[in-house]
């Protein structure tokens, strides 16, 4: 039953969909509408079938699906409207929805919306892998849902492009489920997801690491019959004479998340070039008055416990929103700084306690963190792949000088 | 005494100590060295000992639309047992209605710990 | 000799836009046409990698000056103007008789302004050449305007901001997704009762008193004409009927590149530098994309040389920036090569003749550009046939029109509601960047495509930027339920395309009983 008197509508059931729309609830809103455009609510939890999730938010060791019943629980529970198999096909930047499903297309005025659609993957096309265009080659993440949703195996002999988390978890369960995985293929010196996911995903299973490496083609012509590797320089090229084939019939591709902003770019939200996710506040406002945003969308994020985290402050500022609450003034902006790669968010009100998240560029030991002037910290290691979270106290904000508007956080090798 | 050395990355904080455990020949410990914290330096030694894990995977759904329920052990078991596992629940069939933590099976091969799924499936 | 499997009066070989262009022009008449196709797919060759446009005027003017540095000195540039060729011919034609059947075969399309545009001296040169020369032929031809860097700005904002000048035409160029031309055609004439089988690969032809028989993977089929379709691989097709053959044929390949939609307001129309002799160099919109051909067209052994080479693709990118600066590496949603046939023989020209030891067979070589041409040519190929002895009676009941499977994306939301009304299955939507529905595959299914590539082509599932991240899973699941055949049975492409190796659990129950 579509009402015309919603006060959020959340796009994307993932964890940050499920966790703003429970929490637009719980923050007094009436109407509120969860738009999923899958069968099933969870986003990609329900594929993840993995464990490590909930260690923060829970305090407990679960797995995606454990995790995203938490909230698939408290969303039937809590008289929220959930919209299965639909699409939104427009979004204005006057907060018109409009979404299409088997009853119809339909344009929807909800008060406040929130943006919660994850992201997508970096594909073989866009990285330009010279080759014919055979059958077998996948992107991690569809891989894992033919593996772990519709029960079938990609190939039996995989090479796995890139070490982000999902790549390992994917070599880890394609080597479960008995296929063999012939190496892991990394570009960078370093494995490119947690330390727990190298020792468990592929140190346990043997399978080989090639670390400076990148694949340089495909072979075969209807289906992968191999992939070409070499070792590459400092500047990431191909290294004549280092080439060698590995026979497999199937390649897998961990080379990078991007935010999914169709809709964002639809209804002019401001996107940031390096998250290429909608630039927010610390409300997770976008520049769109409220139109919220959270999740992978804004910028990919490395653990879910922050997704839900941000999903609860986007769902709570968006039922605040659609109340007529008056929005505090955002008088700062947050500049990413030496070895940062992004902050989020990019505007705070200065005036307030904020818990500001960011990604470092390249690993560095024994640092600090700083920001602007007002704040520092230490830390023994930084690494890409771990976001930081810093709180900004009050008492620190004190410190600002009359008249700053911006702060550079940066992170500094110490002395 | 012949020291026998075993490097052991260590999971527990993102520093990833490479902390090495020195065992004689008849396994008994004579050494741990290179690690941060308390934390690190028992993870060491009960990795080396007997590497534990969780295990996650799915076992086929019979008269359902799903093709697959999402399960795990609910307790760690031997590292060493995971493809036994493996191939046991490769060879079981479940049907719905099935709820979050359901015991698909006990103890499984004498680890200790349960199969239990992940998913509610409810048809 | 095994019973054939179809009598027909014509077999066509090859389901390109040329064949299927012909089989369409063969179901006017009452004739028993059959079309064989060696892949799964129809446009599996040249016409899938092709560049498409159907254009004339200015942009075939820039053609015909390539030959330019041949001209002795002080000849006067209309030489190079050669109208009794079919290929000049059939462009000229073809444009026209495009028109209207492009509407009569719904196949969606636009004008798109050409600009062809100059910054420093050999440019000029060249473009005041073409300028020349298209005045001198007057009509069509002499149908664009030069102008300054003002009014270039005003139509192309993004351009080369150093040109100096430029020639801009707005009627002559039509954009279109060459399969969706090739797949229209073919409908169309399978409507009108032409069959067409593929995976069908013809393995020998051979002479049998009056009639003829294509022996074909699946059987024989017992015909009287042949007409040979089969383009890059022509060659082999014709020295099944008996050597003979001096066409020198040259395959030649070329890498384009697709960026994302987000891109589309680059570029209005084409953009590209004056024509210079083995290369092309433009930016243009295809649909909401923008298509890149900037690069040379490279020698290779094989029809079927679409390796993509990264190399290729980096430089074409730098000139492709020439163009328009504003172009990035990051808006690559796809690349892929298609390669050009040439004859050395006639080398401005199609081959359309008759094999020399069988006045049955008939050669049907098309250069490029292929699409442009087609329809004049499917009536030239009809116009042989019947002078070879084939009896041609018109049709009463043939359907000249085609209605495309529904462009949902392209649709407003009433129209949209009354799809879904009267199929639900039109409100599920599959692909989510290029706005799919489940309706859409069924009905692309329901006419004859069984691969993930024939239902991409017909819908462009799968063509947007997460290149079926989100959708392929969905859409091999329905070509299965549809089809009535395993998951594992569904082919990307060609018969040994497989997507899926196996089922779940399957390798483990292997592993145990000992076997690899």
Known sequence: MISDNIDV???????????????????????????????????????????????????????????????????????????????????????????????????LSPKSIVLAMGCRERTRESIVIPGYRPAGIFTAGTAQRWVNIEGYLPGKEIVILGSGDVGMIMARRLTLEGARVKAVVEILPYIGGLIRNEVQCLYDFKIPVLLEHTVINVLGIQRVQGVTVARVDQNRNPISGTEKSIDCDTLLLSVGLIPENELSFMAGVNLGPITGGPLVNERMETNRPGIFAAGNCVHVNDLVDNVTLEG????????????????????????????????????????????????????????????????????????????????????????????TTQLVVSCQKKG | MVKNLNEITCIICPLACCISVA??????????????????????????????????????????????????????????????????????KVEPPLMVGDVIVRNILNTGSDIITTSELLD | MKQPILEADVVIIGGGVTGAAIARELSRYQLGTVLVEKRGELCAGQTKGSLGNIYTGLNLVGSMILKSVLLPPGTPLTELYHPHTL????????????EPVLNELDIKHRYVPLTIIAKDEDQIKNLEKIRDLGRQLGGMYADFEQIDREEIFAREPNVNPEVVTALYASRHVIDIFPPEVAIALAENAVQNGCKILLNTEVIGILQNGHHQIVQTVKGPIKTNFIVNAAC??????????????????????????????????????????????????????????????????????????TYTIREDVIKSMAVAKTLIPRISEKDIINTFTGVRVFNTRDVEDHIVEFHPSNKKFLNVMIRLPGIIGALPMAGHVVGMLQNAGCKLVKKDDFHSYRKTIPRFRDLSDEVRNRLIRNDPRYGHVVCRCETVTEGQIIEAIKRGASTEEGVRMRTRAGMGRCKGGFCGPRVVKILARELKIPVTEVKKRSLDSPLLLCRSKELLLRNEKGIA
């Open chain 2, 23 to 92: 065992v004689d020949d008849e396994g008994r410990l004579i050494e741990v060295a290179n690690f941060q914290c308390k934390e690190g330096k028992e993870y060491a030694v009960a990795e080396y000992r007997a590497p534990m894990r969780v295990l996650t995977t799915t076992v086929i759904v019979g008269k359902s639309r799903h093709a697959l329920v999402p399960v795990r052990t609910n307790r760690v078991i031997l590292r060493e047992k995971l493809f036994d596992c493996m191939q046991h629940l490769a060879r079981i």
């Open chain 3, 232 to 305: 890059g691989w022509g060659d082999k097709v014709c020295d099944m009927a008996g050597g003979g053959r001096d066409w020198g044929l040259q395959y030649r390949k070329t890498v384009m590149i697709i960026l994302d939609t987000r891109c589309k307001g680059l570029v209005n129309g084409m953009v590209r530098w004056p024509n210079v002799p083995g290369r092309l160099d433009l930016v243009q919109r295809r649909e909401d994309n923008i298509l890149i051909e900037c690069g040379t067209y490279d020698p290779t052994d094989r029809p079927d040389d």
């Open chain 3, 87 to 98: 290929h000049t011919k059939w462009c000229e034609e073809g444009f026209r008789e495009w």
């Open chain 1, 9 to 107: 509508l959340v796009i994307g059931s993932g964890p940050a969909g499920m966790a703003a729309a429970i929490q637009a609830k719980e923050s007094g809103s009436d109407h509120v509408f969860l738009v999923e455009r899958a069968e099933e609510l969870g986003g990609l939890l329900s594929q993840c079938i993995h464990n490590g999730f909930g260690l923060i938010y829970f305090n407990e060791d679960m797995t995606g699906p454990e995790y995203g019943q938490r909230f698939v629980e408290k969303v039937m529970d809590s008289k929220i409207e959930v919209l299965l198999e639909t699409m939104v096909l427009r979004l204005t930047a006057d907060r018109k929805v409009t979404l299409c499903n088997r009853n119809g297309v339909k344009t």
């Open chain 1, 312 to 403: 609860e402050k986007a769902g709570q500022n968006a039922a605040e929103h659609a109340s007529g609450k008056a929005a505090p003034k955002m008088g700062i902006r947050l500049e990413a700084g030496e070895n940062v790669r992004y902050v989020i968010p990019q505007m705070i009100t200065g005036e307030r306690e904020v818990t500001i998240r960011l990604r470092v560029k390249e690993p560095e030991k024994g640092v600090i963190l700083k920001v602007g002037d007002i704040m520092t910290k230490t830390l023994k290691v930084v690494k890409p792949s771990e976001m930081l979270n810093l709180i900004l106290s009050e008492t620190h904000l004190n410190r600002m000088k009359k008249g």
